[in-house]
């Protein structure tokens, strides 16, 4: 199964000579993993993204990843099949709110 996991990009780099080709290291609840963030040009170290396989595919708001997040922990096996098995060592991740 493949998903599109939320996580907060902590580090952005790119090369000095090809800006365009933008990466960065995503935390997803204490688990980091390089991305490519070059199909979010926008997003900048703070921000949110949804991840499909080492791809920043879109940018999302804190309270969009809390609820994708939720999602994903309830399907079992979900983050160690898309993070590897270390994920299953993370804490609780972002807060999920009431609306």
Same mark, same amino acid.
Request: aromatic letters at 4%; one cysteine or more; a negative charge.
């Given at each position: 199964?493949? @998903?599109?996991? /939320?996580?907060?990009?902590?580090?952005? #780099?790119?090369?000095? &000579?090809?800006? &365009?080709?933008?990466?960065? =290291? =995503? &935390?997803?609840?204490?688990?980091?993993? /390089? *991305?490519? @963030?070059?199909?979010? /040009?926008?997003?900048?170290?703070?921000?949110? *993204?949804? $991840?499909? $396989?080492?791809?920043? %595919?879109?940018? $999302?708001?804190?309270?969009?990843?809390?609820?994708?997040? !939720?999602? *994903? #922990? !309830? %399907?079992?096996?979900?983050?160690?099949?898309? @993070?590897?098995? &270390?994920? @299953? !060592?993370?804490?609780?991740?972002?807060? *999920?709110?009431?609306?």
């Amino acid at each position: 199964m493949c @998903l599109g996991i /939320p996580g907060r990009i902590v580090e952005v #780099r790119a090369p000095a &000579d090809r800006p &365009d080709l933008r990466t960065g =290291v =995503v &935390d997803f609840d204490g688990i980091r993993r /390089p *991305v490519c @963030l070059v199909y979010t /040009p926008e997003a900048e170290a703070g921000d949110y *993204v949804i $991840v499909h $396989v080492g791809f920043a %595919i879109s940018r $999302v708001d804190e309270e969009e990843a809390a609820r994708t997040l !939720a999602v *994903v #922990r !309830a %399907i079992p096996d979900a983050l160690a099949a898309e @993070l590897g098995p &270390d994920a @299953l !060592a993370a804490g609780p991740g972002p807060e *999920v709110r009431d609306g």
